[in-house]
């Protein structure tokens, strides 16, 4: 016979395990798989092909290349992000190359670049190709623009580096040898990319040859581009305290990610934030291998999601990935429709910031998000 007072302390037990399951289930809903420990997921050159295929989802559309990104304040977010987001967890993030940046100051395991773009999966490919092709950022930078690779005076800067790069000579054969070696590369991995798929990757080539460190955001159709920074000035840009971090800003960030990239880590899909297929199934395999998202780069996305029908299937897609209490989002603010961000820098049309993704849910609990400005507050 148990004793009364150890029936008591086992219903107390219980009572608290219940209690601590539903709140955690009201937050992060989990499979009920048990996940195994986690791991230090090995890619191989196949399953990254094969990932890009079972993960992604059809193809939307947006009204931009979107070759760079437009977000100048994007190395605003650096130190936060060396406090809050520890090493080996997962990234996930969204858009072209500034993802870079964050990948190689937040040390993720793996990450995973989502976006309604098919052709932005298709240049981070590209990108893949060339940091294989290049030993180091000069190489990887004149691979970049189709250039001769310059000769650099030690000691030199960053600006140095990238007025050599800008004024090597460049012919449409160096051009045309180095898309047939990034086409040989991307062999390697069973992708099932399609002639169109190869044309697009073209595209994204010859843009940066022919616009070199000129090679501005713009939106389709609107003949914009004047109103943005060049890709040389996003890469000069700078954190808070005024330092250059961006991935190509040392060759120690550069060899950090070129080894990244060399290990299948970094795997680009096509997905919606809304759609059916593509988080679920990243966060299948998240749960499976018992890891959990550490950054969350989700740049405006958001605001073109709130109040329309996508923006409960976005936070329900956001609710199936296997999260931690200190999983941060990182994200941009424009204040075309609203308010100043009190965070913004002067000089900077964007403002970045880090904030919690578990109290972001909290506040969708508790039903306290009724406008943008609620999602992007300080």
């Known amino acids: 016979?148990?004793?009364?007072?150890?029936?008591?302390?086992?219903?107390?037990?219980?009572?608290?395990?219940?209690?601590?399951?539903?709140?955690?289930?009201?937050?992060?809903?989990?499979?009920?798989?048990?996940?195994?420990?986690?791991t230090d997921v090995q890619v191989t050159a196949l399953q990254f092909g094969q990932y890009i295929d079972e993960w992604s989802e059809p193809e939307g559309y947006f009204d931009s290349d979107n070759f760079?990104?437009?977000?100048?304040?994007?190395?605003h977010v650096v130190g936060d992000?060396?406090?809050?987001?520890?090493?080996?967890?997962i990234y996930l993030g969204v858009g072209p190359d500034q993802n870079f940046s964050y990948i190689?100051?937040?040390?993720?395991?793996?990450?995973?670049?989502?976006?309604?773009?098919?052709?932005?999966?298709?240049?981070?490919?590209?990108?893949?190709?060339?940091?294989a092709m290049a030993s180091n950022r000069v190489e990887y930078l004149s691979l970049l623009f189709s250039r001769q690779t310059p000769r650099l005076e030690p000691g030199g800067s960053f600006q140095d580096l990238l007025d050599a790069v800008r004024a090597a000579k460049t012919e449409g054969g160096l051009f045309q040898k180095n898309l047939d070696a990034i086409k040989t590369i991307l062999n390697q991995y069973g992708l099932k990319l399609s002639s169109d798929d190869y044309a697009k990757i073209e595209y994204v080539y010859r843009t940066f040859w022919q616009e070199n460190l000129d090679l501005r955001f713009s939106s389709i159709g609107r003949g914009n581009a004047s109103m943005y920074p060049s890709f040389e000035e996003m890469l000069l840009e700078t954190d808070r305290e005024g330092r250059q971090q961006n991935y190509l800003s040392s060759e120690d960030l550069f060899q950090w990610l070129k080894k990244f990239q060399a290990e299948n880590r970094l795997i680009p899909i096509v997905g919606?934030?809304?759609?059916?297929?593509?988080?679920?199934?990243?966060?299948?395999?998240?749960?499976?291998?018992?890891?959990h998202v550490s950054a969350f780069y989700t740049s405006n996305v958001e605001f073109y999601l709130f109040g329309r029908a996508a923006?409960?299937?976005?936070?329900?897609?956001l609710r199936s990935l296997p999260l931690a209490e200190d999983s941060v989002f990182i994200r941009?603010?424009?204040?075309?429709?609203?308010?100043p961000h009190p965070l913004n820098l002067p000089g900077h049309r964007s403002t970045s910031m880090v904030s919690s993704v578990m109290s972001f849910l909290a506040d969708d609990d508790a039903r306290q998000i009724r406008s943008y400005w609620d999602v992007v507050k300080p």
């Open 68 to 75: 760079i990104s437009n977000e100048t304040s994007y190395l």
């Open 104 to 131: 190689v100051h937040t040390h993720p395991m793996l990450a995973i670049i989502t976006d309604i773009r098919r052709q932005n999966m298709l240049q981070h490919l590209l990108f893949k190709a060339l940091f």
């Open 1 to 38: 016979m148990v004793p009364v007072s150890k029936l008591r302390r086992n219903s107390i037990f219980l009572a608290g395990l219940l209690a601590a399951f539903v709140i955690a289930a009201s937050t992060v809903p989990w499979n009920h798989e048990q996940p195994r420990a986690a």
């Open 311 to 317: 923006w409960s299937r976005f936070v329900a897609n």
């Open 272 to 291: 919606d934030f809304a759609g059916p297929h593509a988080f679920r199934a990243v966060g299948s395999f998240l749960k499976a291998n018992g890891l």
């Open 332 to 339: 941009s603010y424009f204040p075309t429709y609203g308010r």
């Open 81 to 89: 992000l060396h406090q809050r987001v520890k090493p080996g967890g």
